[in-house]
């Protein structure tokens, strides 16, 4: 691994925990209702999960594509119990599904890590989902932008800045894009 993609692997890792790290803190915030910090959580797992997946040392020595699909087959069952309050939550069961995906792809291939060659997945799929996550990131930052640019509610209803929500989402939407790509 050179030494830009390894500086840029561990950006993402630390994007990703950094993310992790703030959906926690507002899953049990004051003021984070039930379906708030539900999210909440279902996000921190997202970002932590994402940062295991991104770590470049390769030491994942089989352990990681079970676990992690383990994990993640979990957490997209509870994003389809969620989804019975709304489809809001088909993000995370997409987020999920995806995770599944890209941890069985890593452990199949040679070197047992993500973004080492032979992690291709299925081409078809794999192209979808870039698809999907492109459109997300867009998406995403515009929304950012404009309700940034036009003075956005503070607070959200769930223990912090809706600016700063939107933009942990949109971090952990474009770190998922990354991962895809080194696919």
């Known amino acids: 691994m050179s030494l830009s993609s390894s500086v840029s692997a561990?950006?993402?890792v630390l994007l990703c925990a950094?993310?992790?790290a703030y959906c926690l803190?507002?899953?049990?915030r004051p003021g984070s209702a039930s379906r708030g910090g539900s999210a909440?959580?279902?996000e921190a797992l997202m970002g932590f999960g994402m940062a295991l997946m991104a770590l470049p040392l390769g030491t994942g020595g089989g352990w990681q594509a079970p676990v992690l699909s383990a994990v993640f087959c979990a957490a997209a069952l509870h994003s389809v119990w969620?989804?019975?309050a709304g489809a809001h939550h088909t993000h995370h069961l997409v987020g999920s599904l995806t995770m599944v995906y890209m941890a069985l792809a890593a452990g199949s291939g040679p070197g047992h890590g993500h973004g080492h060659a032979g992690t291709a997945g299925l081409p078809l799929l794999t192209g979808l989902l870039l698809v999907y996550y492109a459109g997300y990131v867009v998406f995403g930052g515009a929304r950012l932008v404009t309700v940034g640019a036009g003075g956005g509610s503070a607070g959200g209803g769930q223990g912090g800045s809706t600016e700063l929500i939107r933009a942990c989402r949109l971090a952990m939407g474009t770190g998922m894009l990354a991962m895809l790509l080194a696919m």
């Open 10 to 12: 561990w950006l993402l």
């Open 18 to 20: 950094g993310s992790g």
């Open 25 to 28: 803190g507002r899953v049990h």
């Open 40 to 42: 909440a959580a279902g």
């Open 82 to 84: 969620l989804l019975r």
